[in-house]
């Protein structure tokens, strides 16, 4: 079990806010951007940063969007689409949407519309 699993998902998202602020990105938009990959609502995303949530248990509880599989791309070097763990693919899922979105591409092609 790779320790990302167990480390609490309200201690890594300060970083996705400061990484993403720190482009000229917004924090709703980082919201946004997670509510579209696991079909939370706001209400259940603080619920989850509240809780300090585990990475493990936070996309189990998620119901991820069914366009998914259109992110492709790298991500540490690490394509995305061919990482073999599920729930490490879910983490590197989100990861490469807040790349996406600190890098300035549209919020339309960061959510695959």
Avoid at 4 to 27: D, L, M, N, Q, W
Avoid at 67 to 75: Q, R
Wanted: glycine share 4%.
């Amino acid at each position: 079990m790779h320790r990302i699993f167990t480390t609490s998902f309200a201690s890594v998202y300060p970083h996705y806010v400061t990484k993403v602020e720190r482009k000229g990105r917004t924090k709703a938009e980082l919201d946004e951007v997670i509510e579209w990959l696991t079909g939370f609502d706001d209400a259940a995303l603080a619920a989850h940063l509240n809780a300090e949530t585990t990475f493990e248990d936070f996309f189990a509880d998620a119901t991820l969007n069914p366009n998914v599989s259109l992110i492709t791309g790298s991500v540490c070097g690490v394509r995305v689409q061919d990482v073999e763990d599920p729930l490490m693919q879910k983490i590197r899922y989100l990861d490469k949407l807040v790349d996406e979105l600190a890098k300035g591409r549209p919020m339309e092609k960061v959510l695959r519309t």
